[in-house]
């Protein structure tokens, strides 16, 4: 009884020690966006245009949605670029995936429009 007791500890034991894949996928994210707070050059918007591009378009997380607030940021960064159409797109998008985030999205928008 007192073996069985122990191979079922060690057996638990290993198991909950398995890694779990994330929630989301951020890509180089953490990088890109130091980089562009940093500089704020083209190289580096560049840079995090397609980071925000790859994080979108490749999700490998569990849950294999794109992270909260990515859209909101990428959407925020395309209307600085001025390509507002797309800016907009990316912001009700953000508001789709993430309904709580409606409030602050609409502000967002009401401030552009003025």
Same mark, same amino acid.
């Given at each position: 009884? +007192? +073996? /069985? @007791?122990?191979?079922?500890f060690?057996?638990?034991?290993l198991?909950?020690?398995? #890694?779990?894949k994330?929630?989301?996928t951020?890509g +180089?994210?953490e990088i #890109?966006?130091?980089?562009? @707070?940093?500089?704020t =050059?083209?190289?580096?918007?560049q840079? @995090? /245009?397609e ?5 979108i378009? &490749?999700?490998?997380? #569990?849950?294999d !949605?794109?992270p909260?607030g990515v859209?909101? =940021? ?6 600085q &670029?001025? &390509? #507002?159409k ?5 912001l009700?998008k953000e /508001? !789709? @995936?993430y309904p709580?985030? &409606?409030?602050?999205?609409?502000? /967002?928008? +009401?401030?552009?429009?003025?």
């Amino acid at each position: 009884m +007192k +073996k /069985i @007791l122990v191979i079922s500890f060690l057996f638990f034991m290993l198991a909950s020690c398995t #890694t779990q894949k994330p929630l989301y996928t951020w890509g +180089k994210y953490e990088i #890109t966006s130091y980089n562009y @707070l940093k500089k704020t =050059d083209e190289k580096s918007i560049q840079q @995090l /245009i397609e980071n925000y591009q790859e994080i979108i378009e &490749k999700q490998k997380g #569990t849950r294999d !949605v794109i992270p909260p607030g990515v859209c909101a =940021d990428y959407g925020f960064l395309l209307l600085q &670029k001025g &390509k #507002t159409k797309e800016g907009k797109e990316m912001l009700m998008k953000e /508001i !789709v @995936l993430y309904p709580e985030s &409606k409030i602050f999205i609409n502000r /967002i928008l +009401k401030i552009i429009e003025e």
